[in-house]
């Protein structure tokens, strides 16, 4: 190759770099903040509210068989700009029935009468397929039962199975087409493929769990948060680069840790990185506008 020719090259190679760069440069930054567990307990939901009107939480998870379900509802509708999503709940460490009488899904339901607690003990009892269909189109049916919009579908824990029961992620995706709800996450989701944003996590929470003597599984949100964990969530921030991005929280106000993370997630730290990265927060009725087209509400 001769010397005008390597010029040249070298003059191309440099003009589509430029180009890329600059139209990354010109692309938004784009921020959703999921809670999960809406409905769990009061002092989760006065989490939610509090991340969403004095921090940075978007979009909130609601679980249709939690004892706080109702005042969930009442919340979300009192803060229209907090998309709802449906959080299906096959397996909950805090007693839940399903929404459905036992005699239709007994394979669901533990000895004890409740959900399973776990991952483990759930594939064990070997659930129908059907039967699991039938509970999750029942708490779809409860959530938009309430007249709130829901925007879209995730899952609680590993209820989707974890990546052993590909059957029920088929069911999961079949039945948000139906409902036209966004699917949100899965196993393969990190880069945005169903959602349109890509997941980043940094471990706000941490969750602890251990085997009891009779069989059961305790299951409890972890120490006080590191401040490690706090400059991470911080770098993180100020390193998005352009692009769509999620991340996940666990709102609450009792538990400690839960309410270092809504502290971390209202501060003004967080607040004037997003000011000076420019990044603008969405949630997933922005998402769902582009994946369906028109408005979510």
Known sequence: ????????LLMLVG???WAAAAENAERPIELLVRGDDMGHSLDVNLGFIKAHTEGIVTSASLMAPSLYFDDAITRCKAHPKLA??????????????????PDRVSSLIAPNGFFYHGLEDFLKSKPKIDEVEKEVRAQIEKCLGTGLRFIYLDWHMASNGGGKRPDIVAVFQR???????LYTHDTLDVDGRYSGAKFFGVGLEAWGTMRL?????????GPDMPEATRLKFLDTLRNLQPGTWYT????GLYAPRQAQSVAVLCSQEVKDILQARNIRLISYADLWNRQFGGTSQ
């Open 84 to 101: 709802p999503g449906i959080h299906v709940t096959l397996m909950a460490t805090k007693p839940m029935r399903p929404i459905l009488p």
């Open 15 to 17: 003009i589509v770099s």
């Open 248 to 251: 996940i929280c666990h709102p």
């Open 175 to 181: 039945l948000c087409r139906e409902y036209r709800l």
């Open 1 to 8: 190759m001769n010397a005008q020719c390597t010029s040249a």
């Open 213 to 221: 003597p009779d069989g059961n599984l305790a299951y409890w949100c």
